[in-house]
């Protein structure tokens, strides 16, 4: 079992639509969850942070993370096409980032 | 400095030779990592450094990798006897906090 899942892509969205974004985790140990973005051919940056269950919010994007169920999500809201990228789960079990493989979100204008 | 510096940006070199990566983190940061990416993939964990040492080097794919960090800075990966299957984009990143990761623009190695 791969220490993190995520839903498998690409996505594809409609300018102004909601894409949703979804993660598991294996080790029920992990504190620490985070989202980067990764534009072809770039570096991820991180986009988000969450650490308690419940969602975050940051501008057009929310996380919500179940720690019961080993479960993170990102929401974008109201997507754009500069939003088109791989968006990368992230999990601290030890002191080490573990990611996913990425789901790769196009926002059709 | 600003962000994170990696060179070379690009690497070709031939089957059985040695590479070495360079990563310069951003300045007070003290934890280092190496990840690689191949074409399609999502990131895998080679090796982190605290400081000067390095805590988990369990992400290492063979003996023929190692890595280095010196004055809790600069730190060098090196491949030896390079494999075709070592081909991928290597990625340095640093952290004040070892869970906010900023990355460098990575190493494209070519192993013809």
């Known amino acids: 079992q791969k220490e993190v899942e995520q839903n498998s892509g690409p996505l594809s969205v409609p300018e102004g639509a909601i894409a949703s974004l979804n993660c598991t985790y294996s080790?029920?140990?992990?504190?620490?969850f985070f989202w980067y973005r990764q534009y072809s051919g770039k570096s991820p940056e991180l986009i988000m942070s969450?650490?308690?269950?419940g969602d975050k919010e940051d501008g057009r994007f929310t996380a919500q993370l179940n720690k019961a169920s080993q479960y993170v999500s990102l929401l974008i809201r109201d997507s754009q096409p500069s939003d088109s990228a791989t968006y990368l789960c992230?999990?601290?079990?030890?002191?080490?980032?573990?990611f996913g493989a990425g789901t790769t979100v196009t926002v059709r204008a | 400095g600003a962000g994170v510096s990696q060179s070379p940006s690009n690497k070709v070199t031939e089957k059985g030779k040695d590479v070495e990566l360079r990563c310069d983190p951003i300045?007070?940061?003290?934890?280092l990592y190496w990840y690689r990416q191949s074409l399609g993939q999502g990131l895998e964990f080679l090796i982190y450094?605290?400081?000067?040492?390095?805590?988990?080097k369990s992400g290492l794919p063979s003996d023929r990798f190692s890595a280095e960090r010196t004055g809790g800075s600069v730190s060098t990966l090196t491949i030896q006897r390079t494999q075709q299957e070592d081909s991928a984009v290597y990625l340095c990143?640093?952290?004040?906090?070892?869970?906010?990761?900023?990355f460098g623009s990575g190493t494209q190695l070519s192993v013809l």
């Open positions: 990143a640093s952290s004040y906090d070892r869970e906010r990761l900023f």
């Open positions: 080790d029920r140990v992990s504190q620490s």
């Open positions: 969450i650490y308690s269950n």
């Open positions: 992230a999990v601290n079990p030890r002191d080490k980032l573990s």
């Open positions: 300045s007070g940061h003290t934890a």
């Open positions: 450094f605290q400081g000067n040492s390095a805590p988990d």
